[in-house]
C-alpha cells in the first residue's frame, strides 16, 4: 500500500474520518433541533401541573381495575371543567349581544359532549364481576353528587332545589351551584335576545324568578317559528336554535350512553348515591331543555 495513504485504513482516495461533533450538538440533532435542558425554563410537565395532575390517582382497593374508574372520572370532571368555562362565556356573551363569540363557545360545548359520550366506551369494558369487587371501596361515593355536572345541568335550565343539598356540606362548592342555580339559563338568556330582537316571547319568560324550572310556552315556540320561517331575515337567531338543538342533541347522547353502561356494569342495583340507578338515569331521559326548538320543527 502506498504512502499517500496516510495510513487510512479504506486505501486510495478516502476522506478523513470527520471530527465527534460536541455533545451538545448531537443531542440537539437527535432531538430534531428541539430545546433539551430545562434546569431554568418552565417544561411541558411544569405548564401542565403534570406532577399534581398524575399524582392525584388513589385507588382504595387492591383490583387492577379501580384506575380505570378513577382516571375516567377524573378525565370527565376535566372536560366539565372546560365546558363550564364555555358555557358561562357564551351565556354572557349571548346577553351581549356577541352571537359570533356564544356559536364558536357553543359549538366547542357540543364537542365536548362527544369526547364525554365516549368516555362512557371506555368505562364499558369494565365487566360486572370487576365493578363489584371495587364497589364497596367507593361508600357512598357517586358521580350523582358532582358539583359542576350539577352547575351544567343547572346552567341548562335543569333546576330542581333538592339537589343543591348534596353539596351542603362544602360552602364553597354550594356557592358555585346556587350562583348557577339563581342565574338566567342558556335557554333564558336566549329567549331574552328573541325578546330584544323584537320577537314575541312572553313578558313572564323574560322576567322570571330563574330558580324555576322553565315551563314551555305556544308563545315562545311562535316567535322561534317567526326565526325559522325566514332565516335570512333572522339568520343569527336561526343559528343560535340549531346551536342549542346541536348542544341538547349531544347531551342526550351523554345521558343515554351513561345509561347503558351502567346498565350493563350493574343492572338494575341501586346506585352508591342512592338514586334507583338505571331507573333514575331513564327518567333523566325524559327531562327537554329546550322545548320549543324540538316541538317547533312539527309547524315547519
Not at 354572557?92 to 349581544?97: F, N, P, S, T
Not at 352547575?151 to 350562583?179: M, S, T
Not at 347531551?251 to 343515554?256: G, I
Request: charged share 20%.
Amino acid at each position: 500500500m502506498s504512502d499517500n495513504t496516510h495510513g487510512c485504513p479504506m486505501g486510495y482516495g478516502a476522506a478523513p474520518a470527520p471530527a465527534t461533533p460536541p455533545a451538545s450538538t448531537a443531542a440537539s440533532e437527535h432531538a430534531h433541533g428541539a430545546q433539551l435542558d430545562f434546569a431554568h425554563d418552565m417544561s411541558y410537565g411544569d405548564y401542565l401541573g403534570l406532577d399534581t395532575l398524575l399524582a392525584s390517582q388513589h385507588p382504595r382497593s387492591p383490583h387492577h381495575d379501580e384506575m380505570l374508574f378513577i382516571v375516567q372520572h377524573q378525565t370527565s370532571e376535566l372536560w366539565m371543567k372546560l365546558m363550564l368555562h364555555e358555557l358561562r362565556a357564551a351565556i354572557a356573551a349571548i346577553a351581549g349581544d356577541q352571537l359570533g363569540s356564544a356559536f364558536k363557545m357553543l359549538a366547542r360545548v357540543s364537542r365536548i359532549m362527544e369526547q364525554l359520550v365516549h368516555a362512557w366506551d371506555v368505562l364499558a369494558t369494565m365487566t360486572p364481576p370487576e365493578y363489584s369487587a371495587i364497589r364497596p371501596f367507593l361508600a357512598r361515593s357517586s358521580g350523582f353528587q358532582s358539583y359542576q355536572y350539577r352547575c351544567i345541568e343547572f346552567l341548562l335550565g335543569n333546576k330542581q332545589a333538592e339537589l343543591l343539598q348534596p353539596h351542603a356540606h362544602r360552602p364553597e362548592l354550594l356557592a358555585q351551584v346556587e350562583a348557577a342555580y339563581r342565574a338566567p339559563s342558556l335557554y333564558d338568556e336566549s329567549l331574552r335576545l328573541l325578546a330584544r330582537r323584537g320577537l314575541a316571547v312572553p313578558a313572564d319568560h323574560v322576567e322570571r324568578d330563574w330558580t324555576q324550572p322553565y315551563a314551555a310556552s305556544p308563545a315562545v315556540e311562535a316567535a322561534w317559528l317567526e326565526a325559522y320561517r325566514a332565516p335570512q331575515q333572522h339568520w343569527d337567531l336561526y343559528q343560535l336554535g340549531e346551536e342549542l338543538t346541536d348542544l341538547e342533541d349531544a347531551f342526550r347522547l351523554w345521558r343515554f350512553r351513561h345509561l347503558t353502561t351502567v346498565q350493563r356494569i350493574i343492572g338494575d342495583k341501586r346506585g352508591t348515591g342512592g338514586t334507583n340507578g338505571v331507573g333514575y338515569l331513564r327518567q333523566m331521559l325524559d327531562v327537554v331543555l329546550f322545548p320549543e326548538i324540538w316541538t317547533l320543527r312539527t309547524a315547519l
